[in-house]
């Protein structure tokens, strides 16, 4: 995320002077971010309680977390769209009422079904409302500095909000009750609610005429990402040639499939080709994707490994993750001053691959492993050097976009951390368990078994980091939060971007 060099119209930006509500208006944002990031991980440290209090089978519960990040990254790409076709805004509100509404459905859960039927409702929220909010920002901050300083909060509260929802689940779990790490969301949603319109105008795109938008790419991209996702959870408990793995592995990967063949024929296609011509926005969205494959798997099975092996409490265990909090608050922190200075190129290339470092010595795991020599070190070092790639990574992600599309770029983002954390979440945890039920048959006890699943989980992991970092040292342009505003090193001028606006 560096200085998003965003083409943002030098010209546009020249004679609409910087918004002086932008600040107050990051503010609401930035709460509205943290309350949806939180919900990706705020559910972990009660899902024994969710399981016991409902009857969820064990790969039933998986879908509690799966369903949440699976329609959020499936319709994400969409939303991006539909922000910036109708009304960046408009969508946010829709959103935001989607999601409150869904977060109330999930507290009020008597059955499983509903319970996942509602976390499908908040993905579907966060989808539509997420990349408005990341668009509006791109468009508020136009100076490089002011937006390399707003895109450091906001990636900032992406990651700790992440980190915090183990913490606020645990004393909501133990002090309250399981269901008040839905009820929360609602007052946040009210707040933002009856605040949005004072702090923020509306904007979209100029639309074509005949301009659509493309809903068949979005449905069948998810359904084929759940497709898979389902199969790879079923390999947990099965073989691979098992109908109820193959089927859906193989049914997912048509699906996908068949998603390409309709958005390369398509008019008005969710991602334009031509997006990923920019070197360092497709390298950006890779390591995305990447980095949440190997970040989400490791703090949910870490979370097992201290509730089922550690024997933590639901409060001792969320509150472990407080210096992960902490490490990736101070990476953003250090990135935010080194990224204009040194550039995306350089923050990003160490930041990766001394996480990966951090999450190698994690995976020395044991039965008798302590948290503060054994935990911690691993803990803190991936907390730091992730969150100093977390600033950088979202202005590269953004980098050379116009307001035109700024809600399509932030959309294809967050779409690509969304379908890591599933595809991770699903990959890496059946691996741990295939892997321990081996070493269980080969005569290992149970707490040795699941430590050495969740180690080689961990690994895997760590050499999914070393790529990010050798692909941005390798791959991404050079000079990035030094480009003149609205203009990339070595090229004319930008076009202004065409906005219609309209007066709050």
């Keep these: 995320m560096t200085t998003a060099s965003s083409s943002a119209s030098s010209v546009h930006d020249a004679a609409q002077p910087a918004d002086p509500r932008r600040w107050k208006a990051l503010g609401l944002l930035g709460l509205l971010q943290f309350m949806l990031v939180l919900d990706i991980t705020i559910v972990n440290v009660a899902l024994p309680k969710i399981e016991d209090r409902l009857g969820f089978t064990q790969s039933g519960l998986a879908w509690v977390v799966s369903a949440y990040v699976l329609m959020a990254g499936g319709f994400l790409m969409l939303g991006g769209r539909l922000a910036d076709l109708f009304g960046r805004r408009r969508l946010l509100v829709i959103g935001v009422v989607l999601f409150a509404t869904a977060s109330a459905v999930c507290g009020t859960a008597m059955?499983?079904?509903?319970?996942?039927?509602?976390?499908?409702?908040?993905?579907?929220?966060?989808?539509?409302?997420?990349?408005?909010?990341?668009?509006?920002?791109?468009?508020?901050?136009?100076?490089?500095?002011?937006?390399?300083?707003?895109?450091?909060?906001?990636?900032?509260?992406?990651?700790?909000?992440?980190?915090?929802?183990?913490?606020i689940s645990g004393v909501l779990t133990t002090w309250v009750e399981w269901r008040w790490i839905f009820y929360i969301n609602v007052p946040i949603a009210i707040v933002v609610l009856a605040i949005l319109p004072r702090l923020v105008s509306e904007s979209r795109m100029v639309r074509e005429k005949g301009q659509h938008v493309d809903f068949t790419g979005a449905v069948t991209a998810t359904a084929g990402l759940i497709a898979i996702?389902?199969?790879?959870?079923?390999?947990?408990?099965?073989?691979?040639?098992?109908?109820?793995?193959?089927?859906?592995l193989i049914a997912g990967v048509l699906l996908l499939v068949v998603t390409a063949i309709v958005e390369s024929r398509s008019k008005a296609p969710l991602i334009p080709l031509q997006f990923f011509a920019n070197r360092t926005r497709t390298v950006a969205n890779v390591v995305a994707l990447l980095f949440m494959a190997a970040f989400i798997p490791y703090t949910f099975m870490l979370t097992l490994f201290e509730q089922q092996v550690l024997h933590f409490s639901p409060m001792q265990s969320g509150l472990s993750y407080l210096p992960l909090g902490i490490g990736i608050?101070?990476?953003?922190?250090?990135?935010?001053?080194?990224?204009?200075?040194?550039?995306?190129?350089?923050?990003?290339?160490?930041?990766?691959?001394?996480?990966?470092?951090g999450l190698f010595l994690a995976s020395m795991l044991g039965p008798d492993t302590a948290y503060w020599g054994g935990i911690l070190p691993g803990l803190l070092l991936f907390g730091v050097f992730s969150g100093a790639t977390m600033p950088a990574m979202t202005n590269a992600a953004l980098h050379n976009v116009t307001g035109q599309d700024s809600g399509l770029a932030s959309g294809v983002q967050t779409t690509m951390q969304q379908v890591g954390s599933a595809l991770g979440l699903a990959t890496l945890v059946t691996l741990a368990v295939r892997y321990a039920a081996d070493q269980t048959a080969a005569g290992s006890s149970a707490a040795s078994a699941m430590a050495d699943g969740f180690a080689l989980s961990f690994r895997i992991g760590a050499i999914l980091l070393v790529v990010c970092g050798l692909l941005v040292a390798l791959v991404m342009e050079k000079g990035i939060a030094t480009a003149p505003q609205g203009q990339e090193q070595g090229q004319g001028p930008a076009q202004p971007a065409q906005l219609a606006t309209e007066a709050g």
Aim: aromatic letters at 6%; charged letters at 10%.
């Design 111 to 167: 059955a499983p079904g509903v319970l996942v039927a509602g976390r499908f409702g908040q993905g579907l929220g966060e989808a539509l409302a997420a990349p408005a909010a990341l668009g509006l920002i791109a468009l508020l901050f136009t100076d490089p500095v002011e937006r390399t300083k707003a895109l450091g909060i906001w990636g900032g509260l992406t990651g700790i909000g992440g980190i915090l929802g183990y913490i």
């Design 229 to 248: 996702v389902y199969g790879l959870l079923q390999a947990a408990q099965r073989s691979w040639s098992d109908a109820q793995v193959a089927i859906p």
């Design 329 to 357: 608050g101070m990476g953003i922190g250090i990135s935010t001053g080194l990224t204009p200075k040194v550039g995306v190129k350089a923050v990003g290339t160490v930041g990766f691959l001394v996480s990966g470092v």
